[in-house]
């Protein structure tokens, strides 16, 4: 690692064949950068042993602080997330601040300012960005690492599941019980999880010889309870009434159930719902609500460790990580 | 404020007739000063109009960054309140970082190392914190404004609910629909809203010549579900049955009536239920919970406007606001 102090962008610059202002505004992550050149420029980095920290000759100080960032904090699957997170950066002495993105952090520069003026060390990220280029950039001044989400064709470390093989495995499961129309309920597919879970809901149904009835996969923009109230009603009162759903959240599956009851439909007799992620609504719920149960905490800390491995040497490779799932039964099936 | 640049720690000390290393631990926040000392030197402070960041000649540069602290974040309470504040940093160009007190910062104290060494502007703070002494201290070096729970006795700013009558009046309605056995499911009387809780319903109950009766207040340590379904379990089992709840909190509704239907009991033909909080948690059970709601975005949004003014105007005497709150009558007590 000698003479790594001597790296300045007109080294970077020179080796990669790139004017100087290029490989700042990569570094920046303000504006893009073409894909080729980034790559060019990643290759010299990479070659030079470069990391950020060596760039103004002295290491910056650690600030302590780690940022997680939420779509949504209403979603009741995210606190064991939480919980997971920061029982890892305390024990390792940093303080865990969480951030909700909603509507006013759509892009990773609405991170800047944040990052900028604030003394944070590194950042785990839920909410769903999509900016290949400009997170692997961000990722070099600070590091991050995905949590459930995860960005496809990133270089950037990831904790999730297997959405894909846990939504085939309840569809398989639905189907094993004599149920033939079955609904998804899915939320926007501008999330990962989402786009997965369809594919193994598809998957599914193409393994039983049966083809995905578009009318019976909605995608709802927000998980929102009165949202997914009126979905599900619209849904079951059509003629060619649905004999069960698989819904990607918990609180869609109780408002599924909620539909069916203002109906008069029973639950399961009638039809059948799967929910996802075995928060406690699955038992306030009369059916309870099978579901399949991810490891929140697990989730959660092994994404912040991951993130302080990264923050202490920001050459390591960076890791992708699936944990497993599982179906947990319960009355709203059986 | 003329000549407020040269107020020194020396001179708030010889003013009050106290040494220069008592101010300092006074506004260290670290160690208590007895409680006459410490009353003597805010009044010079306040004589000296005297506010923090005239203590180093030049005001600090503004972080704009606002720390939020709730006890845990799985009670689908706090969501709207966390909106709220949200929504008022943004209008004000701040960005809200949340933090998680669970048992990692029992004391004002652990967020020491986050505000000294990060630029945090403000402090909203939901998480029951009894220390009067150091809290005002801490106050002067980075506002605080409580929310929903405050310090009782402590000269610092808040927004909540008035708890007493908010209880007070959800018993009233369980008595008038002719319920004379009632539960109170309460929390750690650690927390200002179960105190104020408790007192209303007590009040309520001797309002209707009833003595209340001990064993039917609970004190649960969390607000946790599996923990509820425990307690009310074991209520109803006894011989001496009671006909009704009051909880403070939607979850615990929701375990009542789960205990309830476990026993073979009918909701609210047996035993009618009343909750706190109207989160969705109300409608996803059956029957529907009766709850009291209270105007959580409201809440976040004036407790965040209060901060930002203080923040503005570290000169500004504290406010105390209560917002009102409603009984909302489902099919658990109907």
Sequence with gaps: MAGRNKITIEKIAMDAGVSIATVSRLLSGKDSVKKETRQKILDTMKALDYSPETMNGSAKPEGKLILMSFP????????????????????????????????????????????????????????????????????????????????????????????????????DYLLAMGRKKIVLMNSSLNNKYARHRESGYIASLQGAGIEA???????????????AISSATHILNSDNRPDAFFAVSDIYAAAIIKACKRLGLSVPQDVSVVGFDNTDITLMTDPAITTVS?????????????????????????????????????????
């Excluded at 606190?79 to 997170?85: F, L, M, Q, V, W």
């Excluded at 400009?134 to 459930?148: A, T």
């Design 72 to 171: 949504e904090l209403s979603n009741p699957v995210f606190s064991p997330i939480i919980d997971g997170a920061q029982t890892s950066a305390f024990r390792h002495g940093y303080h865990l601040l969480i951030n909700q993105s909603r509507t006013i952090y759509k892009s990773i520069t609405d991170y800047e300012s944040l990052l900028t003026n604030n003394s944070i060390s590194g950042m785990i990220l839920l909410s769903s960005i999509a900016e290949a280029d400009k997170l692997e950039s961000f990722n070099l001044r600070c590091p991050i690492v995905m949590c459930s989400e995860f960005c496809e064709g990133c270089d950037i470390s990831y904790v999730s599941i297997d959405d894909y093989a846990a939504a085939k495995n309840a569809t």
């Design 213 to 227: 009835n578009e009318e019976w996969i909605v995608h709802l923009s927000d998980v929102n309870f009165d949202l």
């Design 294 to 334: 991810q490891p929140g905490f697990q989730l959660g800390y092994q994404a912040c460790d991951l993130l302080i491995e990264r923050i202490n040497n920001r050459n390591l490779p960076n890791k992708r990580i699936l944990l497993g799932t599982e179906l947990i039964v319960r009355g709203s099936t059986l």
